[in-house]
DNA sequence: GTTCCGCATGAATCGATAG
DNA sequence: ACTATCGATTCATGCGGAA
């Protein structure tokens, strides 16, 4: 029977049990933040956290193909006035079960509400921590491609219509000056740091992210067809998103309401057209490997 | 005799030797990272950096008073794919000689280097470590508001000079250059995200970090007549900074080149007058303990 | 004097080549 | 098989020369 296209009631660590090795091409995942979330997910105590994700990270590891990636949005509670180390004690215990800590990417909340206590400021980034089997993992890089200077482009178009007539006349043909240095390259990568606003709603699910988000991933790491799991799923969004975007997914959440919820939000979701960038990018395969010579190990 | 407002050549761990107890008031420092600046620092292998660098932040945490901060740039190298852990790992060895892990400010880099690898993107950001003493430290937090956002759009749409629209600063959280001329609109408080270009240019020095920067943290974190210590000085321009906001500096360096660099930078520079933000702040000490209730443990 | 454009270059990383 | 070095990639920025 099909695994996947599925919303599974359950401790995703015994779930994930009854799946075969290797069939999971993206874990995107939210887990609830320590000692938050308490009355949906029983509140697990800083000190207690690394000790309880730990054997679902070890499920994860085994589900997930050795091209696969695994995307953890993660955040440390201040604790008594210091950040506690529960994240970066989950990294080292993670790379000894296997993992490579491949990257970091920081997700830039743009519209947090500005906040102030005695002695910080409002936190407005929260961590995405990439995990891979292998250094050769999947990766689709022409799918996440932006615009060239955006906010250079709106720069532009705030000149007055006088500056723009005299820059035209200056040139002689087309945009004046710096428009030149950007004709043919209209599109880049994009770097590490993430900006993207918090989910304004309110979908009874107290972590919701933006849908923006999973869907970067998810294009970046995985081809149309690839399974995207979510062992957190909450009110669906990862499930959303890959259904969007034409992939299949796996939503684990062991709170029935939230189980509820995201059967309900999926219910009516269906693939989008693919953005011009994304049919670019065709999936050419841009594995690490594929750059190595056939010799080498 | 004073042991402030000079550039001193040596190692800092036995430099600091003959310092007193609790004599700083902030420590602003961008060490050597591992395997960089291997020419003038002698490249400090990322395997060995963690015990490299302990013994130096044992006596950081002897020279600091309790009420100050000591803020640490650092960035992970990447080793053979993956992400190195020395910085979490120093994390965790910093917090066992007793120092507090109080927050971590991401510095966002607008201008970083440019490149695409199979794997990664543009690393993009900079971890800024707050570490302090005690839970009671002194924070100045008016000093460093901004104004509130859509500022820049405005400014911008009045600028018909391209040139110029591309030095201003388009950041919401703050850092452009002339924020003094919008005291008296409204003032919000920053996150703990922080924008801000690379130094780059045509200096002697291999670029560090913009002046912005450890001006920011020394108005958040000193008042006037404080003194500042950079271990690691450089080319001077934590020093630099001090002088210009009217703090006492004390800048150590190993390097003899650079400490005549500093030298040389320090002197052509002096007080600036404070701006209104910062005269607005008053130096009103917004200590932690200062906000309790008495009553409160 | 002012505006505009060309160009060097930077806390980088990877893969290939050489020792 | 391992380490050391080198070239290719790529773009925001400041500076200097030109218009």
Redesign the interface.
Known sequence: MKFTDKIILGDCEKVLQDFPDNCIDLIFTSPPYADQRSKTYGGIKPDHYVEWFLPKTAQFFRVLKPTGTFILNIKERVV????H?YV??L??KA?EQGW?????F?W?K?N?Y???W????????ERLIQFNKD?N?A?Y?EAVMVPVGS?AKE??A???E??KIRDESRAGSGFG??VSNWIGRDMV?????IHMATETGNKNHSAVFPLDLPEWFIKLFTKPGDVVLDPFVGSGTTALAAIELGRNFVGIDINSEYVTLSRERIKESQPRLPSIAEKKAKYIV???G??RKTGKK
Chains 1, 2 share one sequence.
């Open positions: 008594d006035g210091e950040r180390t970066i004690d990294i080292s790379r490579l800590w491949t990257e970091e920081i830039h743009k947090s500005p906040g102030k005695p002695n910080r400021f409002r936190d407005n980034w250094k993992f990766m890089q906010w720069r532009l705030k000149l007055s006088t500056d000056k710096n990568y994009p770097t590490n740091v841009t594995k690490n594929k750059h």
